[in-house]
């Protein structure tokens, strides 16, 4: 039995989710750095990273990728809209407001996401999991707090929506256990991609980008995109997806981090706190969480609980 598969299924996803939330982390600092108009950077990132995902899913399904398309069936298509208006709300609110508001909007991810499983999977989150949440989001708003004004209302609308989509596409595949929907996000990029598009064409003279803006382009849509949000579409599989929005706020604390140390920002001392409240938070969660686990084991004396993942892949 390999390293991978003598873990749980709780592990298991944590190590998925917190994976693509690290991967993930520079998403919002590369977009800066490129400084593309707005249509034309949601062409390449949708475009790029729909490449990038059909790639990954033919690496892992091989032959099986037409039968793992089929899997996801209306659900999936629906996982793949939802992703897009996600997409578009996080690359557009970064354009029309400030960073601290974007990050205190999308704190509310896990909330949105607690609530709708409550209401539509009748799923019960522990007592240690709202604290950690409310914990995390006043960590969030720390961090913030030094970047965070009036901003436009447009952008934190944006914001607004990608956090409740997200949200929402989380909770929806809890509805289709065992279904992996990572697959369906090439359609995602097609759909981003194509509309995008069309306003970049429509635009005054539109053209190709500069040779290191294309880089940045290139290294954040075809790799990271694509690796990152397909560890983390998979989070649903194996964790309640007010969880994965929970370990998804590593992604805001070290792209935060990885701003101030790349651009030269200096960090308050309030957001240095914040960031810190939120990774001990997510850090004895999980210790304590580990320690419930390992304590249930030697209980029951049975051993660790097997994946429903029908890919058997990574």
Excluded at 30 to 47: N, S
Excluded at 145 to 159: I, K, P, R, T, V
Excluded at 219 to 232: E, F, H, Q, R, S
Excluded at 240 to 255: I, N
Aim: proline residues 5%; positive net charge; hydrophobic residues 55%.
């Amino acid at each position: 039995m390999s390293r991978w598969h003598a873990l749980s299924h709780r592990q298991q996803g944590l190590l998925l989710t917190a994976g693509g939330a690290l991967i993930m982390a520079p998403d919002a600092l590369l977009i800066k750095v490129a400084d593309l108009p707005d249509a034309e950077i949601l062409m390449w990132r949708g475009y790029l990273s729909g490449l990038g995902f059909l790639l990954i899913a033919l690496l892992r399904y091989g032959r099986g990728t037409l039968a793992a398309y089929r899997r996801c069936g209306w659900t999936g298509i629906a996982v793949a809209l939802l992703f897009s208006l996600t997409t578009c709300g996080f690359v557009l609110g970064n354009q029309y407001t400030k960073a601290g508001n974007v990050l205190m909007i999308l704190a509310s991810s896990p909330l949105i996401a607690a609530v709708l499983s409550w209401i539509i999977l009748k799923e019960r989150l522990p007592r240690r999991t709202w604290l950690a949440i409310c914990l995390c989001m006043a960590g969030i708003a720390m961090v913030a707090l030094d970047d965070a004004g009036e901003g436009s209302w447009l952008g934190n609308a944006f914001a607004l929506m990608a956090a409740t989509t997200l949200a929402i596409n989380f909770t929806l595949c809890r509805t289709r256990p065992g279904v992996d929907m990572s697959p369906m996000l090439v359609f995602n990029g097609l759909v981003v991609g194509s509309v995008a598009g069309l306003f970049w064409l429509a635009g005054s003279e539109p053209s190709l980008p500069a040779i290191n803006q294309l880089a940045v382009v290139v290294v954040l849509c075809l790799i990271i995109v694509p690796c990152g949000v397909t560890l983390l579409q998979r989070g649903p599989l194996y964790l309640p997806s007010a969880e994965v929005g929970l370990l998804m706020l590593l992604e805001v604390v070290v792209g935060t981090l990885l701003a101030w140390w790349i651009l030269g920002e200096q960090p308050a001392p309030v957001a240095l706190l914040g960031g810190g409240l939120v990774l001990g938070t997510l850090l004895a969660k999980g210790l304590y969480e580990r320690r419930l686990e390992l304590r249930q084991r030697a209980l029951l004396g049975a051993p660790p609980p097997v994946t429903v993942d029908r890919s058997n892949t990574l």
